[in-house]
């Protein structure tokens, strides 16, 4: 079976940081996207930032770039989200996806296939 668990999520203080980790089986890891969402209460589902496991492509929501980082261990079969300068704003539960064969990354929702259980991360003032 297919499965993407994430973990890392917790309460950070503003300005804080937090690594999210996407462990990634059932599926070969070559040749993917894998993407972070988040869906804060009451807020529609948002693309944070996704990577191909090929190349190493990146894309990022303008709210957060040049704060979070997104990589892949392609050995591990797992995606980090390296998440700096947290804002409260930025609290929400955290979600990985995937789909095989991109063109390129992307936030678009609709084009995965796969997708975890969440993780919470919360950001006090």
């Known amino acids: 079976d297919v499965q993407l668990v994430e973990s890392g999520g917790g309460l950070v203080q503003a300005g804080g940081s937090l690594r999210l980790s996407c462990a990634a089986s059932g599926f070969t890891f070559d040749d993917h996207a894998v993407g972070w969402f988040r869906q804060a209460p009451g807020r529609e589902r948002e693309g944070v930032s996704c990577?191909?496991?090929?190349?190493?492509?990146?894309v990022y929501a303008d709210s957060v770039k040049g704060r979070f980082t997104i990589s892949t261990d392609n050995a591990k079969n797992t995606v980090y989200l390296q998440m700096n300068s947290l804002k409260p704003e930025d609290t929400a539960v955290y979600y990985c996806?995937?789909?095989?064969?991109?063109?390129?990354?992307?936030?678009?929702?609709?084009?995965?296939?796969?997708w975890g259980q969440g993780t919470l991360v919360t950001v006090s003032s």
């Open positions: 996806a995937a789909f095989s064969e991109p063109r390129f990354p992307t936030l678009d929702a609709y084009e995965y296939d796969y």
């Open positions: 990577i191909t496991t090929d190349d190493g492509s990146t």
